[in-house]
């Protein structure tokens, strides 16, 4: 009688898992509705010469992933930019990188198509200490720090760049990594964000230590199109609408955003915080 069991229980089992299997190799994800020919990612900045701008091909469904483009022409005022790696990503000097509130020209043709951005260069406005949001404990010796994803205040909109010791440089260069920048939002919070569920990052210094910071100014479209981004991202909630491609600057029938920054840097000292 035992045998019998532990027999039955072996073929319930097999069963189980083999119904499950072939409901995972006929499980189909949906596509996607509307099908975009490439996305932008990249733009100017005072910073550096050298610009980059990244395009790739986007996923149609989840099992698809994401393809470099590697055989557009991308030109930035002109002046055109040379594949740079095999990731779709294109490198050219613009030497004239600090033209004020005025716009800057992206021209990409893909495949017999032309798209096309536009972008106004901001000058940054001076970094200050409140405006980064900071929340500062001291404990003996030790300093806790806390960084905002997202600070909401009256003013023009930027992201910041933190660069502690032995971390890693910004670059214009870099997209397959996520770079972590803290946001500057003139709009207020939507859906009246809590500050109970407010993003922040906490990190421990001496009194002794310093850190960088870089400020990079958004022009009023860039800054829009980052904050309908978080709403379907990093804000969502039961008001949210459904999720939705997020149309940037981009001409055609194409994604992201071409965008142009002002660069500033500055050295803060933990001393001068605490005072």
């Excluded at 990731?87 to 020209?105: D, P, Q």
């Excluded at 870089?214 to 039961?238: G, N, P, V």
Aim: hydrophobic content about 35%; aromatic content about 16%; overall charge neutral.
């Amino acid at each position: 009688m035992r045998v019998f069991f532990y027999s039955f229980i072996l073929w319930v089992s097999f069963c189980f898992f083999s119904c499950k299997k072939e409901l995972a190799d006929h499980l189909k994800f949906k596509s996607a509705n509307n099908h975009y020919d490439l996305v932008v990612e990249g733009g100017v900045n005072s910073l550096t010469n050298q610009q980059f701008i990244a395009l790739s091909k986007p996923a149609t469904n989840l099992l698809d992933s994401v393809s470099p483009i590697n055989d557009a022409e991308v030109f930035i005022e002109g002046t055109p930019l040379k594949l740079y790696n095999k990731n779709g990503i294109y490198a050219g000097v613009i030497l004239n990188n600090k033209r004020y509130n005025e716009a800057y020209h992206l021209k990409v043709i893909y495949r017999n198509k032309t798209y096309e951005a536009f972008d106004t260069l901001k000058q940054v406005l001076p970094i200050t200490t409140a405006e980064l949001n900071l929340f500062v404990q001291q404990q003996n010796d030790e300093i806790n720090i806390s960084i905002p994803k997202h600070s909401f205040i009256k003013g023009e909109s930027a992201k910041i760049f933190y660069h502690f010791s032995g971390g890693v440089n910004w670059s214009p260069s870099i997209f397959n990594k996520v770079q972590l920048y803290s946001y500057i939002h003139p709009n207020p919070p939507p859906y009246g964000l809590s500050p109970i569920l407010e993003q922040r990052t906490n990190y421990i210094f001496q009194v002794s230590d310093s850190f960088e910071v870089s400020k990079f100014s958004e022009s009023d479209a860039y800054s829009q199109y980052l904050y309908q981004i978080f709403q379907e991202t990093d804000w969502r909630s039961i008001f949210s609408g459904n999720p939705g491609a997020i149309k940037g600057n981009i001409s055609g029938n194409a994604l992201g955003f071409f965008y142009c920054t002002d660069v500033l840097t500055k050295k803060i000292a933990i001393k001068d915080i605490l005072q």
